[in-house]
């Protein structure tokens, strides 16, 4: 998966901490974006950005809040995380006609 | 955009075609069909896309129904590679800035 960098693989969270999910992407895409996917499911949107400054919500935004302050970097926080967000965390940025995934983010939720 | 609809499994034998069948039977006019696959968890892996001819790319090929209404993904010749989960969607090109929407797609298993 090219250009898009997730930190950390790996997360184990108590009930109520916070933490952010870096990605950073240097093709210099405008278009960036979290999903998430539970176990035997599809990828669901959490939040999106359309370039720096802009952000918006995708299908599952609660529990979650983003920022885009440059082009590469788009964060994804968890302000007090809940067992229901125990998941795998995808970052994607866009070209026109191709989205590119980062490798994911194992979050663990006790 | 318009949902579409895979059979949840599939099984190929190594070295063999796998034709992999989708339904997207509510597509308007400007969506495209795309095609991304998920090996074992990783990030989704771009495959192909296409709007109403028939594709083709180092990785497969697309034919998609002249009425649009369905698509099938071929492999040409599977390897124990191959193995993931394919996921079929329909977006516009360029559209919602790149949301995909994600159904189960087809396991797809490649068996010696």
């Known amino acids: 998966n090219a250009g898009v960098t997730q930190t950390p693989k790996f997360q184990v969270l108590k009930t109520g901490q916070s933490m952010t999910l870096q990605c950073a992407q240097d093709m210099n895409h405008e278009y960036m974006s979290w999903y998430r996917q539970d176990p035997g499911m599809g990828l669901r949107l959490i939040h999106y950005?359309?370039?720096?400054?802009?952000?918006d919500q995708g299908e599952v935004p609660n529990g979650y809040n983003v920022s885009r302050s440059t082009t590469e970097d788009f964060p994804l926080r968890l302000l007090s995380a809940a067992p229901s967000q125990t998941s795998v965390y995808f970052c994607?940025?866009?070209?026109?006609?191709?989205?590119?995934f980062g490798e994911g983010s194992w979050l663990t939720v006790v | 955009d318009a949902k579409t609809t895979q059979p949840p499994s599939m099984d190929c034998a190594e070295g063999r075609a796998a034709n992999l069948p989708c339904n997207h039977s509510?597509?308007?006019?400007?969506?495209?069909v795309y095609w991304y696959r998920q090996i074992h968890s990783q990030g989704p892996q771009y495959i192909i896309h296409g709007l109403k001819n028939n594709e083709t790319n180092e990785m497969a090929s697309l034919i998609i129904t002249e009425d649009r209404k369905s698509s099938t993904l071929i492999l040409p010749h599977a390897t124990l590679r191959d193995t993931a989960v394919y996921y079929c969607i329909a977006r516009n090109y360029g559209g919602s800035q790149g949301n995909l929407i994600f159904g189960k797609g087809t396991k797809l298993s490649v068996k010696p």
């Open positions: 994607a940025s866009s070209s026109l006609n191709t989205i590119y």
């Open positions: 509510t597509i308007s006019g400007n969506e495209y």
């Open positions: 950005s359309v370039g720096a400054g802009i952000t």
